[in-house]
């Protein structure tokens, strides 16, 4: 009896087989703003998009490059209203781990819904003069 098999799903390899990854992705696309952090201070902020999004992390693309490794906190707004009335903001703090071209793979430390305030869900009212 080899081991092979069981030292080639915990190495993440394969061959074709079905995804073996922790945490189910899904393909969807929000617009994001991200802080590259270094030390708690911002070192640089942009904006991008979401390729895929799970509890672990995301994939997105960005629209200027970012470094290889790095802590950065990602903000998107949630495309669910809270109670049907309030947006929310999802916040996700965690790690770079793999940069190609401008699309990101980002490691979730940690994720935290955040209201962004009541907004009018009708059009705004016209004053007759």
């Known amino acids: ?16 087989r079905a995804d073996q990854r922790a945490h189910r992705r899904y393909p969807i696309s929000l617009i994001l703003r991200y802080k590259l952090l270094s030390n708690g201070r911002v070192v640089r902020s942009g904006s991008g998009q979401t390729l895929n999004l799970s509890t ?16 950065i906190e990602l903000v998107l707004n949630w495309p669910f209203l809270l109670a049907g009335t309030c947006p929310l903001k999802l916040i996700m703090f965690g790690n770079i ?33």
Not at 115 to 121: E, I, M
């Open 56 to 71: 672990g992390g995301a994939y997105f693309e960005c629209v200027d490059p970012l470094p290889v490794a790095g802590t």
């Open 1 to 16: 009896m080899t081991t092979a098999p069981a030292l080639a799903s915990f190495a993440g390899i394969t061959d074709g």
């Open 97 to 129: 781990v793999r940069v190609k071209g401008k699309c990101v793979a980002f490691h979730t430390l940690r994720y935290e819904f955040r209201t962004a305030g009541v907004r009018a869900l009708s059009a705004p009212s016209q004053h007759l003069t």
